[in-house]
Every structure is written in C-alpha cells, then in structure tokens.
T-cell receptor, first 114, second 111 residues
Framework: AQSVAQPEDQVNVAEGNPLTVKCTYS??????LFWYVQYPNRGLQFLLK??????LVKGSYGFEAEFNKSQTSFHLKKPSALVSDSALYFC????????????FGSGTKLNVKP | NAGVTQTPKFRVLKTGQSMTLLCAQD?????MYWYRQDPGMGLRLIHY???????AKGEVPDGYNVSRLKKQNFLLGLESAAPSQTSVYFC??????????FGPGTRLTVL
C-alpha cells in the first residue's frame, strides 16, 4: 500500500540556520514525490516535485529536496531559514500506478525563531 | 485568473442535513480532486475526476458523492451529514497527473 511518513510533528530552527523536514515513502513502482506548504487558514501551495532525473530538486522560496531511493526518503531542505518559512509542510507521493491518487503525510510544523 | 475557488468558506450543519460544496477553477484543468484535512492526519482523498463527466473514488469516499457536469466545476455532496464529517475540505485542480493547485478550503462543522 502507498504511504507517506513524516516522523516529526514539529521542527524548531533558528533564523539563518539550515533546516531539514523529513519524509519517507512507500509505493509500488517508481515514486512521484511532492512537497507542499500550508500557511494558516490557507490552501496548500506547491513547493517542488521529483519525477525523474537529478536526485536534488530545487523549488520555490529557496527550498530543495533530496531524493534517496535506497532509503526511500525525500527530505526537504533549506540552507538558511527565514521566520517567514514558519508554516505546515506536507510531503506527498503518487506512484506510477496510482490512478491519479495522491497520498499525503500528516504534516510537519516548522517553527523558525528570530 | 481566480484560480481555484470554493463555496462556502464556512458551514455548520445538524446531523442528517444535506449540503453541497462547490469547487470552481478557471485554468481549464482536466483533473480535479476533493480532500478532507483532519488534525494529525494530513489530507485524504475523497473523490477525484479526470475530466468532464467522470468521477472516481479516492481513499475515503463513504458518505460523499460528487459530480463533474462541467469541466470547470466539481461538486461534493453530503446526503446525510454526520459529526465524523466535521473537517476542513479542500478542492484542487491540475493540468496533469503531477501538479495540483489548491483552493482556500471550506470549514464544515456537523453538530
């Protein structure tokens, strides 16, 4: 069965420090992986995706994610966090046989402190 | 472009009442989705559509029905609301299987 796990409910980081938000997945077949961000009382906004190609994917707002097939992970990273990055982050996966179904993780709340 | 819009933004129902949530998109997208978001559970797919006149079940379809009579609209219906359907409902649309654009959400409370 397809699934996504975000092992941390919350991540705290100081402004200017690097941040990592973790995601692991389980799919049958090749995965299509996504990161979304949600600000309070708003819908989800697309950050980046991995379909194929380079394992390091660059996205919006300076975020990037590294696909690791052997560890079935797709961690979100940013070299220098901003207070405005504080939000809820969701990892999602769709497999190549997924019949248009996306599976979302439970979300990780990122707190960036000044 | 307005993107993806949802009507209404908030609604309170009594158990057993029915209602319809409307999702509209002006991006000419083929794919449309309805999700529910509950604390600590992320988003779960209720139903989706791959084009006008088509619908399919997602992960949690029970208690919901959908229709896509026009390409730009995707309706989610609750025939007999239950407290377990208290949630925030998000609609999304996409031009292909890889991208989704989300609406602002509808907060539904069933008493």
């Amino acid at each position: 069965a397809q699934s996504v796990a975000q092992p941390e409910d919350q991540v705290n980081v100081a402004e200017g420090n690097p941040l990592t938000v973790k995601c692991t997945y389980s799919v049958s077949g090749n995965p299509y992986l996504f990161w979304y961000v949600q600000y309070p009382n708003r819908g989800l906004q697309f950050l980046l995706k991995y379909i194929t190609g380079d394992n390091l994917v660059k996205g919006s707002y300076g975020f990037e994610a590294e696909f690791n097939k052997s560890q079935t992970s797709f961690h979100l990273k940013k070299p220098s966090a901003l207070v405005s990055d504080s939000a809820l982050y969701f990892c999602a996966v769709r497999d190549m046989y997924g019949f248009n179904k996306f599976y979302f993780g439970s979300g990780t709340k990122l707190n960036v402190k000044p | 472009n307005a993107g993806v819009t949802q009507t209404p933004k908030f609604r309170v129902l009594k158990t057993g009442q029915s209602m319809t949530l409307l999702c509209a998109q002006d991006m000419n997208h083929e794919y449309m989705y309805w999700y529910r978001q509950d604390p600590g559970m992320g988003l779960r797919l209720i139903h989706y559509s791959v084009g006008e006149g088509t619908t399919a079940k997602g992960e949690v379809p029970d208690g919901y029905n959908v229709s896509r009579l026009k390409k730009q609209n995707f309706l989610l219906g609750l025939e007999s609301a239950a407290p377990s359907q208290t949630s925030v409902y998000f609609c999304a649309s996409g031009p292909d299987i890889y991208e989704q654009f989300f609406g602002p959400g509808t907060r539904l409370t069933v008493l």
